[in-house]
């Protein structure tokens, strides 16, 4: 019933240089599913025939892709936030040069934006490219920005995108990220990383972005090497890649749990990608430790197929600071329209004795906390939750609908499962995780789910599953 599909990620800080004439080395014609493309620092003069860099830049990969074969399904720029986003407090910062823009012209741009409800686009930009004879499997597409960085994110300089569809039934999501820069301010990364998750807005309603069959995470996040300049080259010189990565902040913060706790990286067999001397081959630059800036990481529901291939820096395209990367994955969807009928169905399925431990509940006064359940069938998604509790058990049992899914298809769902807190105000987001339903099928089965919000480890979630099948009617 799966059927193959191959999607080939791939991010550039192009250091706001246009890019060559031949990208091929770094987006290969290869006859892939999907391209999905992620460009940062991706501002510059637009070149013969373009009026903005933005239709410069996907002009031009439209153009490598060619019309008779590939869709452009998606693309857009980050957007800064406008000046009226800002508090009074914070006017005299506004009066900082960015990029050449005053506060008199940022002003301009805002009551310009507040008449036609536009604003510039920035400097990160994501495309998804598709076949045309796989378009009409997609479907549920959305899309979302972030920003952060300078003043609050009004400069468009750093923050994420997000889009996310489905192929036949199944789901996936890509985010492109450019994070803070410098050695020193690895906090500040992983801060940026968690507001990036936090502020995007998902798929499915009340719960994080990244909640999809296949998630992809890419840009130049900037974590460094934390190594002395000569050393690191040393090594270099070595290609002992395996000892640099010892030295390498993001895998040491995902290790830690303090970052991206939930993502996958593919082996890394290439040279760090910053800071580069342009036009040269890989010649780095005197004032900076070579660093890994530029990474793709991904994360899958379990039991969902992935392999990697192609992971890797292109060292002959030389017009930016960073080196481009890419990789190739091979994953899987499901396409619904060719399933066979199916002679049962699922009505319903059946939570209970439910129990979280390690919660993040330290700062909230007076918990209020509740689980939400999600089940999303094609267009159709079906909710239930438990009532409120100051303790993280409950003795509610939870019924879902699931409106008479055919087997076929129940056996290749998932459910999803989110820890709540609910007060008057706002609701807060504790810790999600999701259930392969093929698992819970037969007979029920107790479970314990670890739990992550915004990739950051949020406890573990312990209870009792089970599904109500009967003949389809």
């Not at 012209?105 to 686009?121: G, L, R, S, T």
């Not at 985010?175 to 995007?200: V, W």
């Not at 010649?283 to 291939?309: A, F, H, W």
């Not at 609908?401 to 709540?420: C, E, K, M, Q």
Request: aromatic share 10%; net charge negative; with cysteine.
């Amino acid at each position: 019933m799966y059927q193959p599909l191959t999607v080939f990620c791939a991010t550039w800080n192009t250091g706001n240089a246009p890019p060559p004439e031949d990208i091929t080395p770094w987006l290969p014609k290869a006859d892939f599913d999907i391209y999905a493309i992620g460009a940062q620092e991706c501002g510059y003069d637009p070149r013969d025939g373009y009026e903005t860099c933005e239709d410069d830049w996907n002009g031009t990969l439209q153009k490598h892709f060619g019309e008779e074969d590939y869709v452009l399904l998606v693309a857009f720029s980050i957007t800064p936030q406008v000046v009226d986003k800002w508090p009074d407090s914070e006017t005299a910062r506004l009066k900082t040069l960015l990029k050449n823009m005053s506060l008199e012209a940022a002003a301009e741009k805002k009551i310009q934006a507040e008449k036609d409800e536009f604003v510039a686009p920035g400097e990160i930009r994501i495309s998804i490219f598709v076949k045309k004879t796989l378009r009409p499997h997609i479907s549920s597409i959305t899309s979302a920005i972030q920003t952060t960085g300078r003043l609050g994110g009004l400069s468009g300089n750093k923050g994420g995108l997000s889009v996310s569809f489905k192929v036949g039934n199944t789901r996936l999501a890509f985010f492109n990220a450019h994070l803070n820069a410098h050695t020193e301010n690895l906090e500040r990364r992983n801060q940026d990383t968690f507001a990036i998750f936090r502020g995007l807005k998902g798929s499915i309603p009340n719960f994080e972005p990244t909640q999809a069959h296949y998630c992809f995470f890419f840009g130049d996040l900037n974590y460094r090497v934390t190594l002395e300049h000569k050393e690191t080259l040393d090594i270099i010189e070595q290609r002992n890649w395996e000892g640099l990565l010892k030295h390498d902040q993001l895998l040491d913060q995902i290790s830690r749990g303090a970052a991206l706790a939930n993502f996958k990286e593919p082996p890394i067999n290439f040279a760090p990608t910053f800071k580069v001397k342009r036009n040269q081959p890989l010649v780095y630059n005197g004032d900076r430790v070579p660093s890994y800036c530029d990474r793709i990481l991904y994360k899958v529901y379990p039991g969902m197929q992935i392999t990697s291939d192609l992971y890797s820096s292109i060292e002959n395209i030389k017009t930016s600071d960073h080196k481009p990367v890419h990789c190739l994955f091979n994953i899987r969807f499901l396409p619904v329209k060719e399933l066979p009928d199916s002679p049962e169905v699922v009505r319903q399925i059946v939570v209970s004795d439910l129990k979280a431990t390690d919660l993040q509940t330290q700062s909230l006064e007076k918990p209020r906390l509740q689980v939400v359940i999600c089940l999303s069938w094609n267009q159709h998604m079906t909710f239930a939750s438990t009532g409120l509790n100051s303790r993280p058990s409950w003795k509610d049992t939870l019924t879902l609908d699931t409106a008479n899914i055919p087997l076929v298809i129940f056996r290749n769902s998932y459910l999803v499962l989110g820890v709540r807190n609910v007060d008057t105000d706002q609701t807060t987001l504790l810790g999600e995780s999701h259930i392969p339903l093929h698992t819970v099928l037969e007979r029920p089965a107790n479970f314990t789910l670890h739990l992550h919000q915004f990739a950051l480890p949020h406890g573990v979630l312990t209870g009792k599953i089970s599904c109500v099948t009967s003949p389809h009617v």
